[in-house]
């Protein structure tokens, strides 16, 4: 009880001597950077958002009692999550333990599909595996007896994402996992089937780790097309610490080169330490918000955060205090 008021008594000091006027000529102190509250503050990772009539849907990385993790919102400002594991079995040739990355989307009216990383039992590498719901909220089941996605030549693949063209084709996209082996890293992108249970096509490598901030690995990619331009967003560098960034970069066409924009696009760096390790990051409204995670102040776990974006000259940037 004493150490209590002892640290109370030089709290009330600290606050009197703030409280007084400055000496003359002393200069005041700035104002530490403000905080990016995160609208998720529980660890959520890698978010993926879904609108589905005027609701959004948050998915995200395994907690330690869901293998997929589901939250709505009416804004994307309050939230709530749900107490239900939006896939809550896993067959037998999926290691169960490390589920991430979701991505959800919206193949026909009531019909949903769920891209997930998972560890494929034999050949065990993370790998991309595909499920089913009527409802966005799941629960989803898995399809088929094997993974989606899984070159064991490329170290498996992860972080699937979704791009839907103007001609009404659904896309997929996802990195190679080649930093688990020791091999590159590569974003790709394929068609999907209508139904979004397999690929229509051979895959296109987009682009691979070239720059120095990026480390040994691209990954998360994230494709958005505005007024004929098309911004691949992407998280690189180690996930575990301040490094983790985002990148970007534009093609004007699906089928054309991409070129990086000098980055990071966003980092620790850049929002003064507000969000630490952005990235797993998705777009929303049409490119005019952005969610990504961050850490906490311990590096224990990573919440959601929402960014609204300005568009300059046909180049997004995020809008930080």
């Known amino acids: 009880m004493r150490s209590r008021a002892l640290v109370a008594a030089a709290a009330a000091l600290l606050l009197l001597s703030g409280c007084a006027a400055q000496p003359s000529g002393e200069a005041t102190p700035e104002p530490e950077s403000p905080a990016i509250e995160p609208v998720i503050d529980r660890d959520f990772p890698d978010p993926d958002i879904l609108e589905v009539d005027g609701t959004y849907y948050a998915y995200a990385t395994n907690s330690a009692t869901t293998n997929v993790q589901v939250a709505t919102s009416t804004d994307l400002e309050s939230w709530e999550l749900s107490r239900e594991d939006a896939l809550p079995e896993l067959p037998s040739w999926i290691i169960p333990g490390k589920t991430w990355a979701p991505e959800v989307a919206e193949v026909a009216p009531g019909s949903y599909v769920l891209y997930f990383t998972a560890t494929n039992f034999r050949p065990t590498y993370q790998c991309i595996g595909v499920a089913t719901a009527t409802d966005p909220a799941g629960p989803f089941t898995v399809v088929g007896e094997e993974m989606l996605i899984c070159p064991p030549e490329l170290g498996g693949a992860i972080d699937a994402g979704t791009f839907l063209d103007e001609e009404g084709t659904l896309h ?28 229509a096509g051979e895959p296109r490598r987009l682009l691979m780790q070239t720059e120095e901030w990026e480390g040994d690995l691209v990954e998360a990619p994230t494709l958005l097309e505005r007024d004929g331009t098309f911004y691949l967003f992407y998280s690189a560098n180690s996930y575990g610490g301040d490094e983790y960034a985002i990148g970007l970069a534009t093609a004007d066409s699906l089928d054309g080169e991409f070129t990086k924009v000098e980055g990071p696009w966003l980092s620790t760096e850049a929002t003064d330490g507000a969000i630490r390790g952005p990235g ?36 997004p940037r995020p809008v930080l205090p």
């Open 172 to 199: 997929l996209l996802w990195k190679n996992d080649g930093n688990c082996c020791g091999l590159d890293t590569w974003l790709y992108l394929a068609p999907l089937s209508a139904d979004g249970l397999t690929l």
């Open 280 to 315: 797993g990051q998705d777009v929303v409204d049409g490119g005019d918000r952005m969610v990504v995670h961050g850490w906490d102040a311990s590096y224990t776990q990573r919440g959601m955060h929402v960014l609204d974006l300005e568009w300059q000259d046909g180049m």
